[in-house]
């Protein structure tokens, strides 16, 4: 039987995976997509926390996460898209000016 | 309504346990994946897999609505933004193997092992009961319980979202906007700088159909050589730069198959050149 808890620790492997990738990769976009895989992660704990308490609000938090990553996910690409544009690359190592 | 998913809480114990170890090695797999693709493109892909698959596990967690919302609003909307922008900045950026932290995955790999285990002693300690009895809620009546919750008791977070999506909005639009720093060139000035690059006619054209059907053929000059002006700089820049090379191996190869069947000249003979 799938249990809740099923569901959580895979929504643990999936956040741990996305925070490694946060950590290791250097292009700007990709480190976007590992911090939507760590939100992804947590709407899953929501929704699986919400099924073990038999309430809808779980649900509604992993709602309202989707919208503010949705939102998120816009402002991040259109700023990356200028830093892109100012210095023909997307590497997060690249942007260090204001290092020393 | 009826649909397969809604009617996915109360499936045989076997089959939902079957679907979520298939839908969970996916999910890690691609995870992996993603993070291990050094194309970004290839990442792309990957968290598009884990996504739908985390739909699927949120349809037998019963949110059914938020699993559509997931496909649609997630895979459909926000990846593809991504995707937009890897157009934008190149699709074929990959990341360098070089580190330039010293030591930095290393660290990063012990890190990811400490926090796991860190969530895991969390987890194992906290006390995640079997689920709830099924309610009409996690079922046919989902998209109307979580209706009757936002406009009740969540009515000002709801509210405050449409702020924050306006903001955004704005945002964005603020960002993507680019100021031009020099005047708009008129067809006066445009007239101009032709007239004054020494070029004022156009390019000849490739020599399509003088020898062979392709566009990467140089058309002939008069005395019999060939015009590099006439192949367009893209397409012979596909060769390392070499134009010279590129023009008479794709003659060479028009002469060859010329003889042979002309309509349909091979094209990805003269691509690899």
Redesign the interface.
């Known amino acids: 039987m799938v249990s809740p808890a099923h569901f959580v620790a895979l929504a643990v492997i999936l956040f741990v995976i996305g925070g490694v990738g946060v950590l290791v990769r250097r292009n700007a976009i990709v480190l976007f997509m590992c911090v939507e895989l760590m939100l992804n992660a947590c709407n899953l704990a929501f929704v699986a926390f919400a099924r073990m308490h038999g309430a809808l609000d779980g649900q509604i938090i992993a709602f309202f996460v989707m919208v503010v990553a949705a939102a998120e996910v816009v402002v991040g690409l259109a700023i990356m898209t200028a830093i892109f544009r100012a210095r023909r690359s997307a590497s997060v190592d690249d942007a260090s000016l204001m290092k020393y | 309504m009826k649909h397969a998913l809604i009617l996915a809480a109360p499936a045989a114990?076997t089959t939902?346990?079957f679907a979520?170890w298939i839908l969970?090695i996916i999910?890690?797999a691609a995870?992996?994946g993603?993070?291990l693709a050094r194309r970004?493109v290839h990442?792309?892909v990957l968290?598009a897999v884990?996504?739908l698959s985390?739909a699927v596990?949120?349809a037998?967690?019963?949110?059914p609505?938020?699993a559509f919302?997931?496909v649609i609003?997630?895979t459909g909307?926000?990846l593809m933004?991504?995707l937009f922008?890897?157009m934008?900045?190149?699709i074929s950026?990959a990341?360098?193997i070089v580190e330039?932290i010293k030591g930095?995955?290393l660290?990063?790999?012990i890190?990811?092992i400490g926090?796991?285990v860190l969530?895991?002693l969390v987890?194992g300690h906290a006390a995640?009961?079997?689920?709830?009895?099924a309610?009409p809620?996690?079922g046919s009546n989902?998209v109307n319980?979580?209706a009757q919750?936002?406009f009740t008791?969540?009515l000002f977070?709801f509210e405050v979202?449409s702020a924050?999506?306006i903001?955004?909005?704005l945002?964005?639009m603020v960002?993507?906007h680019?100021e031009r720093t020099t005047p708009k060139p008129t067809q006066k000035t445009l007239a101009r700088q032709r007239v004054a690059g020494g070029r004022p006619t156009p390019l000849p054209g490739p020599g399509t159909y003088a020898r062979h059907n392709a566009v990467d053929m140089p058309a002939l000059l008069p005395d019999g050589s060939t015009s590099d002006l006439s192949v367009s700089e893209v397409i012979s820049g596909r060769a390392a730069g070499d134009t010279e090379g590129v023009a008479a191996g794709a003659l060479a190869r028009g002469t060859d198959t010329a003889s042979g069947d002309p309509g349909t000249g091979d094209r990805s003979d003269t691509e690899e050149a």
């Open positions: 114990t939902r346990e979520f969970a999910a890690v995870g992996l993603m993070v970004a990442c792309a968290l884990v996504m985390l596990l949120y037998m967690l019963g949110a609505f938020l919302v997931q609003v997630y909307a926000v933004l991504f922008v890897l934008i900045v190149g950026s990341d360098s330039t930095q995955r660290w990063a790999a890190g990811g926090m796991l969530l895991a987890i995640i009961g079997p689920a709830a009895p309610k809620g996690f989902n319980g979580l919750l936002i008791t969540y977070p979202t924050l999506l903001t955004a909005a945002g964005a960002l993507a680019r």
